[in-house]
């Protein structure tokens, strides 16, 4: 990923507030991590992909956005499967390797990652 850009600040968008914005510019997407506050002053996590896409004619330039909210009450389930799939990620995408050994270092790394994500979501 090329760049991020963290934001504290205030902003209602609905009925939802957004305290915290994290923007992870990575090619043609860009990530946007937004702790966010709830009618009911539940904090959550509110994760957008947004990708430039042009027309099929080219003459149009528009961004696609795909959106999950993420509750605290399954940050550390949602932490562990993605570890477990970004290992299997580092594993298998190696021609190099072997079938079926892993990189135990590459393992560290990812939860060392996972770890400080969690520590900046973690209420």
């Known amino acids: 990923m ?3 850009v ?3 600040h205030t902003e209602s968008v609905g ?3 957004i305290l915290y914005s994290k923007a992870i510019k990575a090619g043609k997407r860009i990530y946007y ?3 966010k506050k709830n009618l009911k002053n539940d904090l959550f996590l509110a994760i957008t992909e947004s990708k430039k896409v042009q027309s099929k004619d080219g003459s149009q330039m528009s ?3 795909h959106k ?3 509750y605290k009450e399954d940050f550390d389930k949602f932490i562990t499967g993605m570890s477990d799939v ?3 990620i580092k594993r298998n995408n190696n021609p190099e390797e072997e079938e ?3 990189n135990s270092e590459s393992i560290e790394d990812s939860q060392e990652e996972l770890q400080e994500i969690k520590i900046n979501i973690d209420f």
Do not use: A, H, P
Request: aromatic share 16%; charged share 40%; no cysteine.
């Open 68 to 70: 999950i909210f993420l």
């Open 6 to 8: 963290n934001k504290t």
């Open 33 to 35: 991590l937004d702790v």
């Open 15 to 17: 009925d939802k507030e």
């Open 100 to 102: 079926g050994s892993f």
């Open 86 to 88: 970004i290992d299997y």
């Open 2 to 4: 090329e760049e991020s």
């Open 63 to 65: 961004f696609e956005k």
